[in-house]
């Protein structure tokens, strides 16, 4: 019988949620000493579990446990702009499995690689010379800037392709392993000034569904979808309560189906009216519909992050997200029917899923 | 040989790395680049890009405020302190 784990991140440690059935649930943790983590991976690849984990005290550094997290090492060996840049590195924001390389994205904005499994780091790309590097590249920019990379989308069948989210910048995209960078940008909505055509948009969250064409993106201003790989991208808001919000997540089955979480764009960045609803279409976005069934709909305050939500490939997907109050729900019908699997955790930074033989 | 205490965040990170220990080293850096030998990636927990003491670490070699630079005498005391902070 397979068993599907989750692997949360959370402002005080990784735990990690196990079930044999998607109903009963069993909780571990907290690993990585209680850091800060703000992304975890389970890499199908090496069997290991990665955490990207930035301690107040003792600095930034990426946390791997080859043992389903029953012991962890970490390593920030080689994960540094050096003593003369004037970059430094404040977070390690995200990662990613392509190929024979684990990505991790930081801040200030850079790419680097490892390809021993975590061991090692070395600078990949800064997407030096793209518009808008001369002001991410500026030490005086961050903080308070804090800006980074915030997220990759890989690609299962070419391992030097993937996309890359510059934090208040915008999306690029490789297809030679992070040599040189397209902005992928067009047709965005921006409700601000900027300084180029091709960048200045505010991407909190991109998705490839199983046809590598079919794309998804929560923006700072509106969900899009892209039937060109990210060519070019077209607005999909309409029905929605609101168009800001952070956590995503595409059918791992179904093109058509998209999930997001709108939450409110100032200051608060919780759910509409305090009631829980993850939002889902069956149509790209033509349509949608709030998935409320078994989500708290008094006083429910919730956000959730960029990485707080995902699918699972289950023939009937499963999915899962963490608020930054610490809840887990969980659906395993397709968002149809949720229940809370974990209640009292800290803050979650991200929730990933793996289905284990 | 400098008596170097260092802080309990530290320890869980560096298997038989003991709280309290005895390094010979002229400097506060020569003295963490000395247990970064025995405990690689030690240095990187303590030291920032510049090289900097990172901002929550503080060191003290006799009771004073002190920099990576400071001298470290035969029979210091060198106490390396997480801040006070975090919530």
Redesign the interface.
Known sequence: MSKTMLTVATRKGTFILESDDRRDWKLRGPYCEGWPVYHAIYDATTGEIYAAAASEWHGSAVWRSGDLGETWEMSSEGLSYGDEDGRKISKVSTLARAGDRLLVGVEAPGIFESRDNGKNWSLLSTLSGQHGSEAWDDPANQPPGHLGISGFVTDPSDSDSFFAIVQGVGAFETDDGGSSWTPRNKGLRRDWPADYEDVGFCVHKLVRSSDPKRMYQQNHVGMHRSDDAGRSWTEITEGLPGDFGFAAAVHPHDTETFYVIPVDGGHGRTMHEGKATVWRTRDAGSSWQPMRAGLPQDNAHLGVLRQGMTIDSHDTPGLYFGTSTGQVFASADEGDNWSEIASYLPAISSVDVAILD | MADVRL?G??T??FPGLPRRLEVEAPTVLAAIDSLEQQW??LR???V????AL?S??HAYVDGERAGLETPVADRSRLDVI??I??G
């Open positions: 802080p965040t530290l869980p990170l690689p990636g990187d927990r303590l920032a890009e510049g090289p990172r929550h670490i997480a801040a902070s975090g």
